[in-house]
């Protein structure tokens, strides 16, 4: 079947009890069983239920995964999947990154004994130079956060199999709809929910699709000791948003692309980083690997004063946090998303005071650009 007829009916078929063609939240806690250790498979709600097990089929098909399992947070996925490795395992990770992750990894994890590298997973050289021999994983967002720096997938998934190494890609920027990480050659795949698979920016939620069943295995046993699993009103949520995602993607990538040429163009911009633009350095990878461009940009005004002005006087663009929802979002990285970053690393890694990252949603692209131009004439 397309990707579209996936999103739409698998893990989503009519209850056979009543045969109404939308799933119902199964809102319980625990459930009886039928006698002493016989149950319908199902016993209780954080270790499984049937709006979880729904929404990982879906999952696990659209990525074209062995399984999937989703979570109460894409941090808490993450989280997990970092959890895979052991104290003295080395871990290369997008320099970058999203700025909850360097938290997690700086704050938390590396007291636990892991070891890791910020690299440009861009250079596929730089990641091969990085690796050492208690290297376990490479994890790679591609585009990264705010940078829309891409990562080769099939070129460092080449590296990671030569040499036993995990390859784990969070695909939140893209969704399966633009990109396929798995078929490229990566282990493990990761979202963050909350964007572009639910939509609407009325959920959160996380998700790891694997390939191996040794990682599905070790992946369900953390979920479930650790109780991060996701419950059933969000599940329903996010598998209603899924059903909507090829046409989304559509218009999100449309939208995406006008945005970032109107910004290209405009005198008061410094520079645009977005892939689906010839002037990106990694145009050609975006073409190879990726089914459309998406909708995050970002774009650089040159003074944190500059960014201040813009924010401060969008109007169809609504200022917050988060991005992937059907609304356009802006925001300022330096002080929203990546805020736990040291301001040296912000500046060294490309997030610099001017920067201003949007998510452009599939409003009239003709109202986003107006709202932009009259924002700018502010600058």
Same mark, same amino acid.
């Given at each position: ?18 045969? =109404? ?20 498979? #199902?016993? #209780? ?40 490795? /052991?104290?003295?395992? @080395? &871990? ?9 992750? #360097? ?8 007291q ?6 910020? *690299? ?39 590296? =990671? /199999? ?40 009325d959920?959160?939620?996380? =998700? ?9 295995? /070790? *992946? ?8 991060a ?9 996010v ?32 520079h ?7 002037? @990106? ?28 002005k ?44 001017? &920067? ?5 949603g ?8 107006a709202?932009?131009?009259? =924002?700018?004439? /502010?600058?």
């Amino acid at each position: 079947m397309g990707f579209a007829t996936d999103a739409i009916h698998v893990g989503q078929e009519p209850d056979p009890a009543t045969g =109404a063609i939308v799933a119902p939240i199964y809102q319980t806690s625990t459930y009886v069983q039928e006698e002493f250790g016989k149950t319908k498979g #199902y016993d #209780y709600a954080r270790t499984a239920h049937p709006n979880r097990r729904a929404l990982e089929r879906c999952l696990a098909k659209l990525e074209g995964g062995a399984g999937a399992f989703v979570f109460n947070s894409g941090m808490a996925a993450i989280d997990t999947v970092f959890r895979l490795l /052991r104290p003295g395992d @080395h &871990l290369i990770v997008s320099r970058a990154v999203y700025g909850g992750v #360097y938290r997690l990894l700086t704050q938390l994890l590396g007291q636990f004994g892991l070891a890791f590298d910020f *690299v440009d997973t861009g250079d596929v050289p730089a990641v091969k130079a990085a690796i050492r021999p208690e290297t376990r994983m490479i994890y790679a967002e591609t585009p990264t956060n705010p940078t829309m720096i891409l990562t080769d997938i099939a070129a460092v998934a080449k590296l =990671a /199999r030569a040499r036993e190494i995990t390859l784990v890609v969070d695909n939140t920027f893209l969704s399966p709809y633009c990109q396929q990480p798995l078929a490229l050659g990566a282990h493990i795949v990761v979202h963050s929910m909350t964007k572009y698979l639910n939509g609407h920016s009325d959920a959160v939620g996380g =998700a790891v699709i694997l390939s191996r069943q040794e990682d599905m295995d /070790r *992946v369900y046993f953390l979920q479930r000791s650790a109780g991060a699993g996701l419950g059933p009103m969000d599940c329903w949520l996010v598998s209603r948003g899924i059903k909507t995602l090829a046409v989304r993607m559509e218009q999100h990538n449309a939208n995406g692309m006008d945005v970032a040429r109107f910004l290209a163009s405009h005198p008061k911009v410094k520079h645009v980083n977005y892939p689906g633009l010839e002037s @990106h350095p990694q145009h050609e990878l975006a073409l190879r690997q990726q089914r459309g461009f998406g909708a995050m940009i970002s774009f650089d005004l040159g003074s944190l004063e500059a960014a201040r002005k813009l924010l401060n006087h969008v109007r169809v663009c609504s200022l917050a946090e988060s991005l992937g929802g059907v609304e356009t979002l802006i925001s300022h990285p330096g002080q929203m998303t990546h805020a736990s970053m040291p301001a040296e690393f912000r500046e060294k890694v490309g997030i610099t005071e001017g &920067l201003v990252r949007i998510s452009v949603g599939i409003e009239d692209v003709a109202d986003l650009i107006a709202d932009l131009d009259q =924002a700018l004439a /502010r600058v």
